[in-house]
Every structure is written in structure tokens, then in C-alpha cells.
């Protein structure tokens, strides 16, 4: 086998809620959105939507991370993709680090549409200056792993990149630079040919998707969630690879505009991702609530 450079957990979509009080607050909604997701919700069978989850969402996210604790190998960090919380207001964190801080390994978090930036970067970060986006990039273990925040200056909780984060992309990715690249982001770059996640597409994905491939066979995979559902897309040459969600799991496909009648397994899960020298290893974890 070649040599092991990274490996990690991704995990996406906890939702977790202060006191577990899922409250989609209004205000963070526009009228357009909140007509298409009610007449977008009619042509869903219940399994298929997390606005009421079977089971708490402290209960769900406390047993990942115990799933996440027993694994039988070391990982280096977990990877979180975003919608860490429901609509919270930012000091609302406090109650994620009440669940995360139990993980043995570090995590690190990207703002999803549902997620404040403020909230993660001073809460969850501990930081005091707080920047416009949680945009990232790190080395670990001579990988380079880059988050990019989609969430903050999202469209109708859809994706969105500014002019800024663009051109840091661009700069990462047209650097002469060896490295392998994990590059994290919430939403998905693509349409997905399902009318219900493609009015949460990104606006401005295909200009990243191309930016990205600019780094060529450096990137390793592109790490998402805000579909709720284990699915894998290669485009160009580029995995887009999606976390299962730890409460419930979405039913939407290319060409599926009505999922009843077509289940997809419920159980919660995570994903293992192993970077080797010249491979991408991608392994589903599901377990029982």
C-alpha cells in the first residue's frame, strides 16, 4: 500500500439547536424561499426532509461523536461541512462545544447556509477579529486543506463566493505548489438536476469548479454536505464527495422530483476519508441511534 498522508472524518449537517429548540427563524428566510419550500415539501414523502428530525438533535450528535471516538485507527482531525447549528444567533455555539469538545481528535468547521460566521469564528475559534468569511487553508501532514465559506454571502440559502474568496481560490490553485489539496464547501458547486436542490445550488459554482481545476490532479476531492446524503459526483476529473447526515438522510436524486416509493437507507453515518500518495479512499460509517 502506499504511504498514508492524511487521513480524516467528515461529517456535515449536524444542526444542532440550543436546549434542541429547532426553530427556523423567519427573518432568515425571504418570502421566494419560503413559498418554493412549502410547495416543494408537498411532493416529499417525511423521511426525505429534516425539519422535524425522529430524534433529538443533542442525542443524535452525542452519539456521533462516541461513533467517531470508537473508531479503531487514527485519524488526524474531523472535517465538519457546514449547518453546524439551525438558524442560531451566534452565541448560541457554545452549545456545539458543549457536544464537539467531547471528539479526542481536532476539528475543523465550515460556515453552512444555516450557520453563523460570527458565531463559529468567535465561538467556536475563539477568535475576536472576525473576518467577512471563514475561509481557510492549513498543512497538515504535507496536505493542504482548504475551507471555503459558501454559506455567508449565500442566495436564498443557496451558495455564493465573493469576488475576494474567488481570487483566493484562484491564488491557492494557480500556485506552484506539489502539495495535495482537500478542499472543503457546504454547497454543492453543480446542479444536480433535481429541482428542489438546485434552488439551493451555488451561484457562482462552475466559475469555482473551474478555478479548481486549475490545481490539476492535486485535488484530492472536494468535501461537501447540505444535501443530507451519502452521494459522489466526478466532474472533469474533480470527486465531489457528500457526508450522510447524523440525524436523517435526504431522498433526492437526478431526475427525482417526487421520492416516494424510492428509499434510500435512514440510518445517520460519516464518512472516512484516506489520503494516500497517488489515492483517494472514501469509506461510509453508519451506525444504529
Same mark, same amino acid.
Given at each position: 500500500?502506499?504511504?498514508?498522508? &492524511?487521513?480524516?472524518?467528515? $461529517?456535515?449537517?449536524? #444542526?444542532?439547536?440550543?436546549?434542541?429548540?429547532?426553530?427556523?427563524?423567519?427573518?432568515?428566510?425571504?418570502?421566494?424561499?419560503?413559498?418554493?419550500?412549502?410547495?416543494?415539501?408537498?411532493?416529499?414523502?417525511?423521511?426525505?426532509?429534516?425539519?422535524?428530525?425522529?430524534? &433529538?438533535?443533542?442525542?443524535?450528535?452525542?452519539?456521533?461523536?462516541?461513533?467517531?471516538?470508537?473508531?479503531?485507527?487514527?485519524?488526524?482531525?474531523?472535517? #465538519? !461541512?457546514?449547518? $453546524?447549528?439551525?438558524?442560531?444567533?451566534?452565541?448560541?455555539? !457554545?452549545?456545539?462545544?458543549? $457536544?464537539?469538545?467531547?471528539?479526542? /481528535?481536532?476539528?475543523?468547521?465550515?460556515?453552512?447556509?444555516?450557520?453563523?460566521?460570527?458565531? /463559529? @469564528?468567535?465561538?467556536?475559534?475563539? +477568535?475576536?477579529?472576525?473576518?467577512?468569511?471563514?475561509?481557510? %487553508?492549513?498543512?497538515?501532514?504535507?496536505?493542504?486543506?482548504?475551507? &471555503?465559506?459558501?454559506?455567508?454571502?449565500? $442566495?436564498?440559502?443557496?451558495?455564493?463566493?465573493?469576488?475576494?474568496?474567488?481570487?483566493?481560490?484562484?491564488?491557492?490553485?494557480?500556485?506552484?505548489?506539489?502539495?495535495?489539496?482537500? /478542499?472543503?464547501?457546504? #454547497?454543492?458547486?453543480?446542479?444536480?438536476?433535481?429541482?428542489?436542490?438546485?434552488?439551493? @445550488?451555488?451561484?457562482?459554482?462552475?466559475?469555482?469548479?473551474?478555478?479548481?481545476?486549475?490545481?490539476?490532479?492535486?485535488? =484530492?476531492?472536494?468535501? +461537501?454536505?447540505?444535501?443530507? @446524503?451519502?452521494?459522489?459526483?466526478?466532474?472533469?476529473?474533480? &470527486?465531489?464527495?457528500? %457526508?450522510?447526515?447524523?440525524?436523517?438522510?435526504?431522498?433526492?436524486?437526478?431526475? @427525482?422530483?417526487? !421520492? =416516494?416509493?424510492?428509499?434510500?437507507?435512514?440510518?445517520?453515518?460519516?464518512? /472516512?476519508?484516506?489520503?494516500?500518495?497517488?489515492? !483517494?479512499?472514501?469509506?461510509?460509517?453508519?451506525?444504529?441511534?
Amino acid at each position: 500500500m502506499s504511504e498514508v498522508l &492524511l487521513t480524516f472524518v467528515h $461529517i456535515s449537517d449536524t #444542526h444542532i439547536a440550543m436546549n434542541d429548540n429547532t426553530t427556523f427563524r423567519r427573518e432568515h428566510y425571504s418570502e421566494r424561499i419560503l413559498k418554493w419550500m412549502e410547495e416543494a415539501r408537498a411532493g416529499m414523502d417525511e423521511e426525505s426532509s429534516h425539519a422535524n428530525p425522529p430524534v &433529538l438533535p443533542s442525542v443524535a450528535n452525542r452519539k456521533l461523536v462516541a461513533e467517531i471516538n470508537r473508531l479503531p485507527f487514527d485519524v488526524d482531525f474531523v472535517l #465538519h !461541512t457546514g449547518d $453546524i447549528m439551525t438558524d442560531p444567533e451566534p452565541d448560541e455555539y !457554545t452549545a456545539v462545544k458543549e $457536544i464537539m469538545d467531547e471528539l479526542r /481528535v481536532p476539528i475543523h468547521y465550515l460556515v453552512g447556509n444555516h450557520d453563523s460566521t460570527e458565531g /463559529v @469564528q468567535r465561538i467556536l475559534y475563539g +477568535s475576536d477579529d472576525i473576518k467577512p468569511t471563514h475561509d481557510f %487553508a492549513i498543512d497538515v501532514n504535507g496536505v493542504l486543506v482548504v475551507g &471555503l465559506d459558501s454559506g455567508t454571502n449565500g $442566495i436564498d440559502h443557496g451558495g455564493n463566493f465573493s469576488d475576494e474568496q474567488l481570487a483566493w481560490l484562484d491564488e491557492i490553485c494557480s500556485a506552484n505548489d506539489t502539495r495535495p489539496m482537500v /478542499v472543503g464547501i457546504h #454547497h454543492v458547486l453543480q446542479p444536480l438536476e433535481n429541482k428542489l436542490m438546485d434552488f439551493f @445550488q451555488t451561484q457562482n459554482g462552475e466559475e469555482a469548479h473551474n478555478i479548481l481545476k486549475k490545481a490539476g490532479n492535486r485535488v =484530492r476531492g472536494v468535501f +461537501s454536505g447540505h444535501i443530507h @446524503q451519502a452521494i459522489d459526483i466526478v466532474e472533469d476529473g474533480i &470527486l465531489y464527495s457528500f %457526508a450522510p447526515g447524523p440525524i436523517t438522510q435526504g431522498n433526492l436524486f437526478p431526475g @427525482q422530483e417526487n !421520492t =416516494r416509493g424510492h428509499k434510500v437507507d435512514p440510518a445517520p453515518g460519516f464518512s /472516512v476519508v484516506m489520503i494516500t500518495v497517488n489515492r !483517494t479512499y472514501v469509506r461510509r460509517y453508519t451506525y444504529t441511534l
